[in-house]
């Protein structure tokens, strides 16, 4: 009897509130991917850590590697949401290549490295973790390749950076960046976003046109 009341209750708990059993799921994943690994996490240690059960965690996501894409595409997004704003933005298009590019960066770091366990989740723990996730992130970095190409393209009608095929140089780009950034989670002490975007500037007008380099970041 009190069983049945028990799972009464929790399906009436999960009818009732569904949106605060995933978030509290994903925040505990956040947490513990960031501090002990994806790899040493198990559905069990998350469920502990949210207070949900076992079947809490499988009503919201597939398999653990499901909760880790989520997290993932949650920074993504919101870093590509950040590019789109500042594009926008007052004075983007009449500013120098330079500062455009600082501006980008500036706005996609500053919203990717907010939250530092969400950035060791998103661009440390990811890695090596499936084929399928390398898919996942494949997929995601043709779409900032097909952006960058654009930008390179832009910054070269305007006469910065070589003509021809941009396509490798933002390749190249694509995958420094992402290396980068892996770097910047990787650290105990975490570096300033505006030395991460500044130098993340100087790196992209070094690859356009390795004629010009701007100053390098204090």
């Known amino acids: 009897m ?28 956040r947490t513990l991917f960031a501090v002990y690994g994806y790899a040493r996490t198990s559905v069990e240690d998350l469920c502990a850590a949210a207070h949900a059960q076992p079947r809490d965690f499988y009503r919201e996501f597939e398999s653990r590697e499901a909760l880790l894409v989520d997290l993932y595409d949650e920074v993504a997004i919101g870093g590509m949401r950040a590019v789109e704003v500042e594009l926008s933005a007052e004075g983007m298009e009449t ?17 990717v490295t907010r939250d530092a366990q969400a950035a060791r989740v998103a661009f440390v723990e990811v890695l090596g973790v499936s ?9 995601w970095r043709s779409v900032w390749v097909e952006f960058l190409t654009r930008e390179a393209e832009r910054a070269a009608e305007r006469g910065h950076g070589a003509d021809g095929d941009l396509t490798v140089v933002v390749k190249v780009l ?19 976003g505006d030395w991460l975007a500044s130098e993340l500037t100087r790196m992209s007008l070094a690859m356009m046109d390795p004629g010009v380099a701007p100053e390098a970041s204090a």
């Open 95 to 111: 500013c120098s290549t330079e500062e455009r590019i600082r501006r980008l960066f500036g706005a996609y770091v500053r919203v």
């Open 2 to 29: 009190v069983d049945a009341m028990v799972d009464r209750w929790d399906g009436v708990r999960a009818t009732r509130d569904p949106v605060r059993s995933r978030e509290q799921l994903m925040a505990a994943a």
């Open 174 to 192: 694509t995958r420094s960046v992402d290396e980068l950034l892996a770097h910047h989670g990787r650290r105990p002490r975490q570096v300033p």
């Open 131 to 139: 084929r399928a996730m390398d898919d996942h992130l494949a997929m």
